[in-house]
Protein backbone atom coordinates (compact mmCIF):
# COMPACT_ATOMS: atom_id res chain seq x y z
CA UNK A 1 0.00 0.00 0.00
CA UNK A 2 1.68 3.34 -1.16
CA UNK A 3 2.02 6.68 1.12
CA UNK A 4 -1.40 8.09 -0.01
CA UNK A 5 -3.34 5.04 0.97
CA UNK A 6 -2.57 5.79 4.37
CA UNK A 7 -4.56 7.97 6.84
CA UNK A 8 -2.56 7.82 9.73
CA UNK A 9 -1.44 5.03 11.78
CA UNK A 10 -3.87 4.86 14.57
CA UNK A 11 -6.90 4.66 12.05
CA UNK A 12 -9.07 1.66 12.47
CA UNK A 13 -8.63 -1.48 9.90
CA UNK A 14 -11.85 -0.53 8.56
CA UNK A 15 -10.50 2.70 6.95
CA UNK A 16 -7.35 1.08 5.68
CA UNK A 17 -9.61 -1.86 3.79
CA UNK A 18 -11.83 1.04 2.70
CA UNK A 19 -9.22 2.67 1.16
CA UNK A 20 -7.74 -0.14 0.02
CA UNK A 21 -10.57 -1.27 -1.92
CA UNK A 22 -11.19 2.21 -3.05
CA UNK A 23 -7.35 2.21 -4.89
CA UNK A 24 -8.04 -1.71 -6.48
CA UNK A 25 -12.12 -0.80 -7.68
CA UNK A 26 -10.46 2.47 -9.09
CA UNK A 27 -7.88 0.78 -11.42
CA UNK A 28 -10.55 -0.04 -13.77
CA UNK A 29 -12.22 3.23 -14.25
CA UNK A 30 -14.52 5.05 -11.85
CA UNK A 31 -16.32 2.42 -9.32
CA UNK A 32 -19.34 1.18 -10.02
CA UNK A 33 -20.78 2.54 -6.31
CA UNK A 34 -24.11 2.12 -8.03
CA UNK A 35 -24.15 -1.65 -8.31
CA UNK A 36 -22.93 -2.04 -4.34
CA UNK A 37 -25.29 -2.32 -1.65
CA UNK A 38 -23.44 -4.22 0.96
CA UNK A 39 -24.79 -4.40 4.67
CA UNK A 40 -24.21 -1.17 7.08
CA UNK A 41 -20.46 -1.35 8.86
CA UNK A 42 -21.05 1.63 11.45
CA UNK A 43 -19.94 4.99 11.57
CA UNK A 44 -16.58 6.27 10.31
CA UNK A 45 -15.33 9.18 12.50
CA UNK A 46 -14.80 10.96 9.50
CA UNK A 47 -16.51 14.40 8.38
CA UNK A 48 -16.65 16.41 4.91
CA UNK A 49 -16.84 20.60 5.87
CA UNK A 50 -18.40 22.83 4.12
CA UNK A 51 -15.73 23.93 2.50
CA UNK A 52 -14.77 20.52 1.41
CA UNK A 53 -12.52 19.33 3.37
CA UNK A 54 -12.22 15.93 4.69
CA UNK A 55 -11.59 15.36 8.52
CA UNK A 56 -10.66 12.04 9.90
CA UNK A 57 -10.62 11.72 13.73
CA UNK A 58 -10.82 15.30 14.16
CA UNK A 59 -7.85 16.37 11.74
CA UNK A 60 -8.16 17.36 8.19
CA UNK A 61 -6.99 14.45 5.62
CA UNK A 62 -4.04 16.72 3.87
CA UNK A 63 -3.36 14.25 1.14
CA UNK A 64 -5.07 15.19 -2.44
CA UNK A 65 -4.30 11.75 -3.43
CA UNK A 66 -6.61 10.13 -0.46
CA UNK A 67 -9.33 12.44 -0.17
CA UNK A 68 -9.64 11.72 -4.49
CA UNK A 69 -9.49 8.38 -4.06
CA UNK A 70 -12.95 8.07 -0.95
CA UNK A 71 -14.67 10.81 -2.84
CA UNK A 72 -14.44 7.60 -5.51
CA UNK A 73 -16.66 5.59 -3.08
CA UNK A 74 -19.23 7.94 -2.05
CA UNK A 75 -22.92 7.10 -1.99
CA UNK A 76 -26.02 8.78 -0.82
CA UNK A 77 -28.74 6.96 0.11
CA UNK A 78 -31.49 9.81 1.27
CA UNK A 79 -30.24 12.12 3.59
CA UNK A 80 -26.88 9.47 4.77
CA UNK A 81 -23.32 9.35 2.58
CA UNK A 82 -21.39 6.17 3.15
CA UNK A 83 -18.17 5.03 1.90
CA UNK A 84 -19.11 1.77 0.00
CA UNK A 85 -17.28 -1.42 -1.21
CA UNK A 86 -18.61 -4.66 -2.47
CA UNK A 87 -18.35 -5.51 0.67
CA UNK A 88 -18.42 -2.72 3.17
CA UNK A 89 -20.74 0.00 4.04
CA UNK A 90 -19.29 3.30 6.09
CA UNK A 91 -21.65 5.71 7.66
CA UNK A 92 -20.10 9.55 7.17
CA UNK A 93 -20.68 13.22 8.37
CA UNK A 94 -21.37 15.62 5.70
CA UNK A 95 -21.87 19.28 6.75
CA UNK A 96 -23.25 20.60 3.15
CA UNK A 97 -22.44 19.16 0.00
CA UNK A 98 -19.76 16.52 -0.52
CA UNK A 99 -17.80 18.42 -3.09
CA UNK A 100 -16.87 22.13 -3.97
CA UNK A 101 -17.05 23.35 -7.41
CA UNK A 102 -14.06 25.54 -7.24
CA UNK A 103 -14.14 26.77 -11.26
CA UNK A 104 -15.49 26.56 -14.55
CA UNK A 105 -14.91 27.31 -18.04
CA UNK A 106 -17.23 28.09 -21.16
CA UNK A 107 -18.00 26.69 -24.34
CA UNK A 108 -19.35 28.40 -26.97
CA UNK A 109 -21.09 31.36 -25.28
CA UNK A 110 -24.81 32.02 -25.67
CA UNK A 111 -28.25 30.51 -25.72
CA UNK A 112 -26.49 27.07 -26.98
CA UNK A 113 -23.41 27.02 -24.50
CA UNK A 114 -21.48 24.48 -22.41
CA UNK A 115 -20.89 25.13 -18.95
CA UNK A 116 -18.62 22.76 -17.26
CA UNK A 117 -17.65 23.29 -13.81
CA UNK A 118 -14.64 21.91 -11.94
CA UNK A 119 -14.25 20.49 -8.41
CA UNK A 120 -11.45 20.23 -5.63
CA UNK A 121 -11.05 17.30 -6.58
CA UNK A 122 -11.13 17.50 -10.20
CA UNK A 123 -14.27 15.95 -11.51
CA UNK A 124 -15.57 17.94 -14.48
CA UNK A 125 -19.56 18.09 -15.31
CA UNK A 126 -21.01 20.20 -17.76
CA UNK A 127 -24.17 21.86 -16.00
CA UNK A 128 -27.54 20.38 -18.07
CA UNK A 129 -30.07 17.76 -18.14
CA UNK A 130 -27.87 15.41 -16.29
CA UNK A 131 -26.23 17.64 -13.89
CA UNK A 132 -28.48 20.16 -13.15
CA UNK A 133 -28.19 23.48 -11.20
CA UNK A 134 -30.12 24.79 -8.38
CA UNK A 135 -29.25 28.14 -6.30
CA UNK A 136 -31.51 28.13 -2.64
CA UNK A 137 -31.48 31.57 -0.84
CA UNK A 138 -30.43 31.40 3.52
CA UNK A 139 -33.79 32.95 5.21
CA UNK A 140 -31.81 34.99 7.33
CA UNK A 141 -29.32 36.37 5.09
CA UNK A 142 -30.46 36.31 1.84
CA UNK A 143 -27.24 34.85 0.27
CA UNK A 144 -27.26 32.66 -2.36
CA UNK A 145 -25.87 28.81 -2.36
CA UNK A 146 -25.77 27.38 -5.22
CA UNK A 147 -25.18 23.76 -6.27
CA UNK A 148 -24.70 21.48 -9.61
CA UNK A 149 -25.24 17.73 -9.61
CA UNK A 150 -22.41 15.60 -9.99
CA UNK A 151 -23.01 12.16 -10.00
CA UNK A 152 -26.18 9.61 -8.60
CA UNK A 153 -27.61 12.58 -5.65
CA UNK A 154 -23.86 13.71 -5.19
CA UNK A 155 -24.06 17.64 -5.42
CA UNK A 156 -21.18 20.19 -5.60
CA UNK A 157 -21.45 23.71 -3.98
CA UNK A 158 -20.26 26.43 -5.91
CA UNK A 159 -17.89 28.69 -4.36
CA UNK A 160 -18.33 32.29 -4.19
CA UNK A 161 -16.06 33.50 -6.49
CA UNK A 162 -17.29 31.22 -9.01
CA UNK A 163 -20.63 31.81 -8.54
CA UNK A 164 -20.38 35.35 -8.80
CA UNK A 165 -18.40 34.74 -12.18
CA UNK A 166 -21.33 32.51 -13.49
CA UNK A 167 -23.59 35.92 -12.58
CA UNK A 168 -21.56 37.68 -15.11
CA UNK A 169 -22.17 35.87 -17.89
CA UNK A 170 -26.32 35.14 -16.49
CA UNK A 171 -28.94 36.15 -18.80
CA UNK A 172 -32.72 37.14 -18.07
CA UNK A 173 -35.25 34.60 -19.02
CA UNK A 174 -39.30 34.01 -18.63
CA UNK A 175 -39.64 30.77 -16.51
CA UNK A 176 -43.59 29.90 -16.64
CA UNK A 177 -44.47 33.22 -16.87
CA UNK A 178 -41.81 35.40 -14.35
CA UNK A 179 -38.45 36.58 -15.38
CA UNK A 180 -35.86 35.01 -14.05
CA UNK A 181 -32.39 35.79 -14.12
CA UNK A 182 -29.55 32.93 -14.70
CA UNK A 183 -27.46 30.77 -17.24
CA UNK A 184 -27.93 28.79 -19.98
CA UNK A 185 -26.20 25.57 -20.47
CA UNK A 186 -26.86 22.31 -22.23
CA UNK A 187 -29.47 23.35 -23.73
CA UNK A 188 -31.53 23.72 -20.36
CA UNK A 189 -31.53 27.47 -18.26
CA UNK A 190 -30.98 27.01 -15.14
CA UNK A 191 -32.79 30.76 -12.98
CA UNK A 192 -30.51 32.03 -10.12
CA UNK A 193 -33.07 34.40 -8.68
CA UNK A 194 -36.25 36.37 -9.77
CA UNK A 195 -34.52 39.06 -12.39
CA UNK A 196 -36.64 41.62 -10.04
CA UNK A 197 -33.98 40.60 -7.11
CA UNK A 198 -30.93 40.84 -9.41
CA UNK A 199 -29.84 44.77 -8.16
CA UNK A 200 -29.98 43.18 -4.61
CA UNK A 201 -27.73 39.90 -5.63
CA UNK A 202 -25.39 42.22 -7.69
CA UNK A 203 -24.69 44.56 -4.13
CA UNK A 204 -23.64 41.49 -2.16
Not at 83 to 97: R, W
Not at 151 to 159: C, K, V, Y
Request: net charge negative.
Amino acid sequence: MGKDDHIKDSSPPGADRLAAAARTASKKGPPPVHLWNPPFSGDLDMRIARDGTWFYLGSPIGRKPLVKLFSSILKREGDDYFLVTPVEKCGITVEDAPFVAIDFHVDNPGSDQSVTLITHVDDEVTAGPDHPLRVTMDAETGEPAPYVMVRAGLEALIDRKSFYRLVEIATEHVVDGDAQFGIWSGGVFFPFIPAADLPELQDR
